[in-house]
């Protein structure tokens, strides 16, 4: 019984932080960077969206759909976006591996709603399904493990 107690304490204790970060960078096989923005449109808005990154007190937006805004110089026609089912958006930034800043911080925007990572370069993770899959829920993992455990003992 006290077991029992403990492990779904721990179970309890690790489901509280466990979340799907809203938006996500890696390299693409090819060198191209990713971002997913996974933020859910508001109903009956029109779904606008917009990429950047800051490195110091500069930021840089990469790809807009707003009207108005312009990608900077350096971005036009090097990178693309798509949508994700069930939401959200996919921005692919090709060429600039080598240019990224050492530490970043990589910002989307979907109908005024803002997400934010900071990533440092050498920290920037493949975008294998494993990886992102990791990073995202590491902490359910562990709760699945113990539950598996707490089960079969």
């Given at each position: 019984m006290f077991k029992s107690l403990l492990v779904f304490s721990v179970l309890g204790v690790l489901l509280i932080p466990a979340?799907?970060?809203l938006i996500s960078v890696c390299i693409e096989n090819d060198n191209d960077l990713r971002v997913d923005c996974m933020?859910?449109?508001?109903?009956?808005?029109i779904?606008?969206?917009?990429?950047?990154?800051?490195?110091?007190?500069?930021e840089f937006l990469i790809n807009t759909n707003v009207s108005g805004s312009s990608a900077e110089g350096k971005f036009k026609d090097k990178s693309y976006v798509e949508e994700l089912e069930p939401h959200g958006y996919r921005m692919t930034l090709t060429g600039f591996t080598d240019e990224l800043p050492h530490n970043t911080t990589y910002m989307c925007k979907i109908s005024g709603e803002t997400a934010r990572v900071n990533v440092e370069r050498e920290q920037l993770v493949p975008c294998s399904a494993v990886s992102v899959f990791l990073k995202?829920?590491?902490?359910?993992?562990?709760?699945?493990?113990l539950f598996v455990y707490q089960t079969h003992s």
């Open positions: 979340r799907c970060d933020i859910e449109p508001k109903p009956n808005k779904n606008s969206y917009e990429f950047s990154w800051s490195s110091g007190t500069k995202s829920s590491g902490s359910w993992i562990v709760c699945v493990l």
